[in-house]
């Protein structure tokens, strides 16, 4: 009677994999907002006909496997999408930061220098009056101390990015052992041959987790086995072995990341690590540097002048600001007015108290090349201007950026994404199938009934 | 082709970008400014730096103008006194010269003389706002002193320096003239000529050598004293220029700075309806799957 059990046994499986299919959009349904969850399809094939006789009769359904749907080359580019992003979205929020220290054209460093000048236009006409002296220390006063508060606000910049650094480094850590461990559960169910779709989704949201942080590279190893490195070699993963990063403090007092005992600081180049390195490294020392060359440069010429004149009491002029440090580096956050008597402006040509001649070497220092051949005012123009031009590059590059991100995550969408819409159409076309099987067994029941009974007819429980 | 079924962190970035788009608009209406960080525009930013330097200098030199105005204009009327007074002297001297005088009325002019020449020495040591007018840049010190030693009565305690102010970029106007060269220049000397007027009267001998001295004296003061005008009229005009070169700046920094008011109340406008639209769409879409249909 191989027929009538036979046919019990196709529309069986045809109940068992009606029963799978449900399982699996009951999984994709629940799993429909999971971060980086790739929906599942069920592949099912016809089962191997056998011969009866001269006939090929088919024996029902069988399922291959659960299939995740997901592109790899996908992946690659939303990873370093991810980078590219993370990387300029760092430093697009630290030189947000940094710009607010030149944001007013009408105060702040460039207006001090302005007003400088303005308070030894003043004296000129009554050299010898010393309210408008004290207005002239005054204003000297306020264009160091103005220096002073930018650099070192860029300072305390530049050190709490050490924070994030270290920060970064401790979550890169983590997420790198938390990789090594998944890998090594799906290596395990690889080996056993069983299915570890669900975790390569994990590991791949953890990868991309970690581009956000840091440019990491994924080879694969075979076998579902994967090594991870940064784009200039340095381990991360190897298989199931996550290398651990470190930070130190380097010759430059800033926190420096180390990888088996070398520096790999200055090789990053993605994540928000490549980012905030870059700022902490590159553009604040920039700019720090550039208002050290301005104080310095202002300094020096300021006190050159005054020392070719003659103060209220005849003698030769002094100092005005204190003496830059060799080197120039610090100058900006150690400036002050090195005097606080106001006759000790040399304003005289020849030691009379009525002669303005020496202002005019004091005034002229606005138009004598102080910094890397430029004006004073001139200088802080084109400073202005680097920091808002890098500051708006960064903010269009970061919105270029995320464009493509959001493209890339467009499409893993259409691919990997869990439409509900298809998943109901699907709950009830199972349904529908598992309730003809289900009939088809019930009619096949009741046939065996007959032929048990072989024409009495009897009822059927 | 499928679509991608999860559109909402596009949509919510799409709200994200209106939403930083009104407070863009709305950022430069409150401040009235189109530039509130150099990213904003930094060509713009960086020539407001320059601008506003340019205004600093500008206002200081149209201040330094209403000081040197002062300081001038009261050098300017002690001279007239001065010229007044030698005339005076002048017309005495004339009075006496000519022949017809008792001895005491001559006593009485060269009397008279005298307190002209007093005035004369006063006039000269005037002092403005605390600094003597006449002493070069020895300011602190009076120009001139009675010197009995001296055949002009007078001793000469300044020096024969002048001062230079910068009123403009590159113009530099001097302010003041020493007494050497207006009161005590040699052989045209006020002070040696008003001496001689009285000495001369006094012994009733050669009266009129002394008052034409005396006159040569006065021409030669009134011509120093044209400095003066010329420096008021220079203040005057460098005024003028420099009021217009204000407008000029202002406007620049206008032009360069301010926001365009009329456009960003459109811009916030327009971001605010996106906004609205976006949050309509998006709660439209929220909940609605094949799920709702089947029962």
Known sequence: MSGLFGTLSIALSGLGVSQQELATSANNVANANTTGYSREVVDTAAGSPIQIGSLLVGTGVVMQKIESLRDPILEIQLNQATQQQSDLNAQLSQLQQLQTQFASSSSGIGA????????????????????????????????????????????????????????????????????????????????????????????TNLIRQLSGLIDVQVVQTGNGGIDLSTSNGTALVTGIQSSVLTTEAGSDGNAHIFASGQDITSSLTGGSLAG????????????????????????????????????????????????????????????????????????????????????????????????????????????????????????????????????????????????????????????????????????????????VNLGIETAVQ | MRVNPYPMPDLLAALNQSEFEAQDAALQISTGKSVNVPSDNPTAAALLVENNDQATFNSGFLSDLTTINGQLSAADSTLSSVQTALQQALSLGVEAGNGTLSSSDQGAIVAQLQDIQSQVLSLANTSYQGNYLFSGTVIGTAPYSVDGNDPSGVKYNGNDDVNQVSVGSGYQLAINQPGSQLFSATG???????????????????????????DSAADYLSVQTVFYGNALDQVQSQTTYLDAAKLQIAQQQTSLGAADLSSAATELSSAQTDTQAALEAISKFSGNSLFNYLS
């Not at chain 1, 930018?150 to 920060?167: D, F, I, P, Y």
């Not at chain 1, 559960?185 to 590991?203: F, G, R």
């Not at chain 1, 920039?286 to 070719?308: E, M, R, T």
């Not at chain 1, 051949?373 to 808002?388: A, C, D, E, K, R």
């Open chain 1, 112 to 203: 001090d220098i302005s007003n400088f000048f303005n308070s030894l236009q003043q004296l000129s006409p009554n050299p010898s009056s010393l309210e408008l002296r004290q207005s002239v220390l005054t204003s000297a006063s306020t264009l160091a101390q103005d220096l002073n508060t930018a650099a070192g606000s860029l300072s305390t910049q530049q050190s709490n990015l050490n924070l994030t650094v270290e920060q970064s480094v401790g979550e890169v850590n983590s997420l790198t052992s938390e990789i090594a461990g998944v890998d090594q559960q799906i290596s395990t169910l690889e080996n056993a041959n069983e299915d570890a779709s669900t975790l390569v989704d994990q590991q």
């Open chain 1, 276 to 451: 905030t390195l870059q700022v902490r490294d590159q553009e604040i020392p920039s700019v720090l540097s550039q208002l050290d060359q301005l104080a310095a440069g202002f300094s020096n010429a300021v006190n050159a002048a005054n020392a070719k004149g003659f103060d209220l009491n005849g003698k030769a002029g002094g100092n005005i600001f204190s003496t830059p440090p060799a080197g120039t580096t610090g100058a900006a956050a150690n400036m002050t007015v090195a005097i606080t008597d106001p006759s000790l402006i040399a304003a005289s040509s020849d030691g009379t108290a009525g002669s303005n001649g020496n202002l005019a070497n004091l005034s002229a220092v606005a138009t004598e090349n102080v910094a890397s051949g430029q004006t004073p005012i001139n200088f802080y123009s084109n400073l202005v201007f680097q920091v808002g031009n890098t500051t708006s590059n960064v903010s269009a590059d970061v919105d270029a950026s995320t464009s493509i991100l959001q493209q890339l995550q467009d499409q893993r969408g259409s691919i990997s994404g869990v439409s509900l819409d298809e998943e109901a159409s699907n709950i009830v076309q199972y349904q529908t199938a598992y309730q003809a099987s289900a009939r088809v067994i019930t009619t096949i029941d009741a046939m065996l009934a007959d032929a």
């Open chain 2, 188 to 214: 045209n000397s006020v002070f040696q000529a008003l001496n001689d007027l009285i000495t001369a009267v006094g012994s009733n001998t050669s009266v009129d050598t002394a008052v034409t001295e005396l």
